[in-house]
C-alpha cells in the first residue's frame, strides 16, 4: 500500500494536467515589471502585465514606499481592528473616497480578499446574488461564502438579466446584482447604464467589480461609474491597487454605513493583517499622480489604440474589446499555446489564454498595452507577431 504522506493523489492529478496539456508552467521574472524585461533570464517586450499606467517600477512610487518603510516600519504589526491601523492606512481611505467621489472607502489586503469580505457581510439568507456568468473568480468564491441565493444572468444579456428579476424578485428580500466592470478575458465594458436601470425597476442594489477599470476608465482612471457617470447610482464599487494603480490591494468604495458595517462584518479586514507601510505609501502616491494628471491615462489609451489599430490592419482578430485588453484570437487550444511560445523565443511575452478560462474553440493570447510602451516597442512587437503569425498560418 502507498503512503499517504507521498501525495500520490496529487501526483496522479498533475499527470492528468500534463497529459493533456492544460499544466501551467510559470515564468519568472528577472527584475521589476516592466515594458521590456528580462524573463526566464530572456530579454523580452512585456505585454502580458495588468500594470496598466507602468507604475510598479516608477521612482514616485518607490521613493514613496521607503517614505513610508522609514516613518512606519516594515510591517504593520497587527490586523487592523487590533491595531495594524495607521495614519497612513487612514489617509489612503480618505484619499480614495475623494478619487471615487464616493462617501466612504474601506481597503483589504487585495481585490480577491475585498470581494470574500464583501459580499458575503452584505448578503444574508433570504437574499439573491444575480451575477454575470463570466465575472470574476474573486466574485464567484465571495459569493459562495454568502448565505443568500446565487443565480447567474447569460453574460452582459439584458434581457435574461430581467427575466430572472420579473421572474423571482418577490420571493427575495434583498437582491446583489455584480458584475465586472470590465471583463478580463475579452476587454469588454459591461452595460452599466441598463444594468442600472433594471436595477431601480425591481428595486436591486448593484456591486461593480473595477478592477480592470480602475486607472484605465473614467476621469483619470476613476473607473466605470465615472465613465458613464452614475455617480451615486451603483451601491458598492471594488477596485484593486494591485493592477493600474501598480502596487497591492483593494478596497470597496461606498455609503457611510456600509464601510461602517464592512468594517465590523469583513471577514478578511478583520481577521488578516494590514497592508504594510511601503504599499500603503506608494498607493498614496499613486493616486496622487493620477489626480494631478490625465498623462497617464492619455498615454496607456494612445498605445492601446496604437496597437490594436496595427493589429486588426494585419489581419488579426481583437475580438469585441473596448478597452486597452487586446485578446489575438486563435481558436484551437494547442495552436494559441504555440503561437505563445514562438512568441516568446521571436522576443515578445503574452500569455496563452485557453478553455476552461474562455470557452473551447476561442483559445488566445491576450496582449496588455501599458503606458509604459514606447511605440518603438510596440512596432517591434507587431512585427514580431506578424512574421510568427505568417510562419503559423495564422495570418
Ligand atoms: C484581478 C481581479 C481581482 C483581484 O484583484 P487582486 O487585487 O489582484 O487580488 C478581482 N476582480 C477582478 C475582476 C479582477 O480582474
Redesign the pocket.
Known amino acids: 500500500m502507498s503512503n499517504i504522506h507521498d501525495m500520490k493523489y496529487l501526483k496522479d492529478k498533475v499527470d492528468e494536467l500534463k497529459a493533456t496539456g492544460l499544466y501551467k508552467e510559470i515564468a519568472t521574472l528577472d527584475g521589476p515589471n516592466e515594458a521590456e524585461c528580462l524573463v526566464n533570464g530572456k530579454k523580452v517586450i512585456n505585454l502580458s502585465s ?1 500594470n496598466y499606467l507602468g507604475f510598479s517600477n516608477h521612482p514616485r512610487l518607490k521613493k514613496a514606499a521607503i517614505a513610508a518603510i522609514e516613518e512606519f516600519g516594515a510591517g504593520a504589526g497587527a490586523v487592523r481592528p487590533i491595531i495594524g491601523n495607521m495614519k497612513i492606512h487612514d489617509e489612503l481611505e480618505e484619499l480614495l473616497a475623494e478619487f471615487k467621489r464616493e462617501e466612504a472607502v474601506l481597503v483589504f489586503q ?6 470574500a469580505g464583501t459580499i458575503q457581510a452584505v448578503t444574508d439568507e433570504g437574499d439573491l446574488i444575480l451575477s454575470d456568468e463570466l ?2 473568480a ?2 464567484i468564491d465571495g459569493a459562495r461564502l454568502s448565505k443568500a441565493k446565487k443565480a447567474r444572468y447569460k453574460h452582459s444579456d439584458m434581457e435574461d438579466l430581467e427575466r430572472i428579476l420579473k421572474e423571482d424578485r418577490d420571493k427575495y428580500n434583498n437582491v446583489l446584482i455584480i458584475t ?1 466592470g470590465v471583463f ?1 478575458m475579452d476587454g469588454d465594458i459591461a452595460k452599466l447604464p441598463e444594468i442600472v436601470e433594471i436595477a431601480e425597476k425591481y428595486n436591486c442594489m448593484t456591486y461593480v ?1 473595477d ?2 477599470s480602475s486607472g484605465v476608465l473614467g476621469q483619470s482612471g476613476r473607473g466605470t461609474i465615472d465613465h458613464f457617470d452614475l455617480h451615486g447610482r451603483v451601491d458598492f464599487t ?1 477596485g ?4 493600474a494603480i501598480g502596487v ?3 478596497y470597496v468604495a461606498g455609503k457611510k454605513a456600509s464601510i461602517e458595517w464592512l468594517k465590523n462584518r469583513g471577514r478578511p479586514f478583520l481577521f488578516s493583517t494590514a497592508l504594510p507601510p511601503a504599499a500603503i505609501g506608494a498607493i498614496i502616491e499613486a493616486i496622487k499622480m493620477l489626480m494631478e494628471s490625465e498623462e497617464y491615462t492619455d498615454k496607456l489609451w494612445d498605445n492601446a489604440r496604437y496597437f490594436k489599430e496595427k493589429m486588426s490592419t494585419l489581419g488579426f482578430n481583437t475580438g469585441e474589446s473596448e478597452t486597452p485588453i487586446t485578446p489575438i484570437i486563435i481558436g484551437e487550444e494547442a495552436k494559441a499555446i504555440e503561437f505563445s511560445k514562438k512568441l516568446f523565443e521571436a522576443g515578445v511575452f503574452v500569455s496563452p489564454i485557453v478553455f476552461p478560462t474562455v470557452p473551447k474553440g476561442t483559445g488566445r493570447v491576450r496582449c496588455m498595452v501599458t503606458a509604459g510602451h514606447t511605440k518603438e516597442q510596440l512596432d517591434r512587437a507587431v512585427e514580431i507577431f506578424e512574421t510568427v503569425g505568417k510562419e503559423m498560418n495564422i495570418l
Open positions: 495588468n487585495s481585490g480577491f480578499n475585498c470581494n465575472n470574476h474573486s466574485i465586472d478580463s467589480d478592477a480592470h471594488i484593486t491597487l494591485s493592477k497591492v490591494g483593494g
